[in-house]
């Protein structure tokens, strides 16, 4: 199965970032692509600062661009899925009511759109997201997918959980932010640089990245890119690099994962050698004492 990711420069414009979602889309439909992910919050443009107070001005213009996953906007998107046989994937604003969500949309080439709500909130997101409460996979006709949202990356117990769920190939859109002047090996950048490689390895299951890259166009932050497509064991095997594009590689599903579980590392199976009755307490809310 041919799979792809991008690293794009998103905008607070949805028009602009909806015709750059569907030009990359239609243009990884032909080349064979069956799969491409785009980062969190491409449709609409993701926060002008990371860690500050949010204007008032911000808060309307997400109100104002948030969509339904039936909103016109994503059933075009969709229109592009169905038109072109293609699974597309990318993160948008939701609005559901009269809350919002940081959610990734998941358009299928039937023309349906299914929806997934990020569940761990940081920084910003809390001023103006409500978390969502499920983590579940999807069955679709290139696999079994696992769909997380950024920081959902950094809880391990997300991916084991969509893994446990039969998750083949699991997908974080990002907006993962680079400091200014940081390369790779800067400790701010670690988890981004080394969390999707351990939750491959750990799983043994493929992952797919997809990050927003470049400066943004309000406020001053700017993005790392290194979308990535990373194997069962933990191998980058595609990188857009920190510029902004799309990557394609070849994968089988099966295959790989069958490798990671009978091959190397002795034949270690992760999920089948797990000790779930030692381990009461990792489901508490706070730090727990050991027994002994």
Not at 39 to 45: F, S, V
Not at 51 to 74: I, R
Not at 201 to 222: F, L, M, R
């Amino acid at each position: 199965m041919r799979v792809a990711t991008t690293a794009i420069e998103t905008c607070h414009n949805k028009d602009a970032n909806a015709a750059k979602i569907s030009t990359l889309a239609t243009a990884a439909a032909q080349e064979g692509v069956k799969l491409v992910v785009f980062p969190e919050a491409a449709l609409q443009g993701y926060m002008y600062a990371i860690n500050e107070a949010m204007s008032t001005d911000e808060l309307k213009y997400h109100y104002h661009e948030a969509e339904p996953l039936n909103g016109p906007t994503v059933l075009a998107i969709a229109a592009v899925a169905q038109e072109h046989d293609i699974h597309i994937i990318f993160g948008m604003v939701e609005i559901a009511g009269a809350i919002l969500y940081d959610t990734a949309a998941l358009c299928l080439p039937d023309g349906s759109v299914r929806g997934f709500r990020k569940v761990h909130r940081g920084g910003s997101e809390l001023h103006i997201f409500e978390a969502g409460t499920r983590v579940s996979p999807t069955e679709t006709a290139v696999g079994k997918l696992g769909i997380s949202i950024c920081y959902d990356l950094c809880f391990p117990e997300i991916s084991r959980m969509h893994a446990l769920q039969g998750a083949e190939l699991i997908i974080f859109p990002n907006a993962w932010p680079v400091p200014e002047g940081a390369e790779e090996s800067d400790p701010r950048l670690m988890p981004y640089v080394l969390l999707p490689r351990a939750r491959a390895w750990e799983n043994q299951c493929y992952v797919i990245t997809s990050n927003v890259v470049g400066k943004a166009d309000v406020g001053h932050v700017s993005y790392f890119g290194h979308s990535r497509i990373i194997d069962p064991l933990g191998q980058v095997i595609a990188d857009t690099e920190d510029r902004e594009g799309m990557v394609v590689a070849d994968i089988d599903l099966i295959a790989g994962i069958l490798d990671a579980r009978t091959g190397p590392f002795f034949g270690y199976n992760i999920l089948k050698d797990r000790r779930p009755d030692i381990y009461s307490g990792i489901d508490e809310p706070h730090p727990f004492e050991p027994t002994s």
